[in-house]
């Protein structure tokens, strides 16, 4: 279903065959949809063959990000957080958390699933998000087109970049992506 009378653009997967920097920019403002569900992107980061990627410091468990790009890539934190990556780049590691989503649609479907009344609160960060969306880990590896629908923004967003959270390695990089002023974005 697209936004306010306009055609939906979906995104394909020569959109993920990209560097993983040019994928997590250009995903910040896009619908992401699955199945009831619909939120705008607004919060990302890249990852590549930085010292703070996954590709580098779980090189069994992250393997796939050097040799797909349009897959789901679902790791832990923290012993019990989940968090969703699509991998990127189809000439070298990449892959794009997303860090936050604004709900558009089931937003009371996700708020229940994580247990809050604060629109805000429902998926401003990478492990609320992967609740909110009731996703599992028998997605690792799966084509990500296939669970999900992708759509480019009817009209582009004011985009900033800064520091990536949470690393101790490559902390110079302003690989994190969001929408400025939007009241989704992680704190």
């Known amino acids: 279903m697209a936004c306010a009378g306009t055609a939906a653009d979906p995104i394909d997967d020569a959109f ?5 920097v040019a994928v ?7 619908t992401l949809r699955f199945g009831r569900l619909a939120a705008r992107i607004v919060e990302t980061e890249a990852y590549a063959g930085d010292p703070a990627s996954h590709f580098v410091t779980r090189p069994r468990t992250a393997a796939m990000m050097g040799t797909t790009f349009g897959r789901l890539y679902i790791y832990r934190i923290y012993g019990l957080h989940r968090c969703l990556n699509v991998t990127a780049d189809r000439n070298g590691p990449g892959a794009v958390l997303l860090r936050a989503l604004e709900p558009i649609e089931g937003v009371a479907e996700m708020a229940r699933r994580r ?3 604060d629109p805000r ?3 401003s960060g990478p492990a609320k998000l992967f609740v909110a969306l009731g996703i599992g880990d028998d997605l690792l590896g799966a084509r990500a087109l ?5 759509e480019r923004p ?3 967003p004011r985009v900033a970049s800064g520091p990536r959270i949470g690393i101790s390695r490559a ?9 400025r002023g939007n009241p989704h974005v992680s704190r």
Request: charged letters at 30%.
């Open 171 to 179: 902390k110079s990089l302003r690989w994190r992506f969001w929408e």
């Open 115 to 117: 247990g809050v009344t």
């Open 154 to 156: 009817a009209r582009p």
């Open 121 to 123: 609160q429902i998926a």
């Open 16 to 20: 993920f065959a990209r560097g993983a």
């Open 146 to 150: 296939d669970e999900f629908t992708f």
């Open 24 to 30: 997590a920019r250009d995903l910040v403002g896009a």
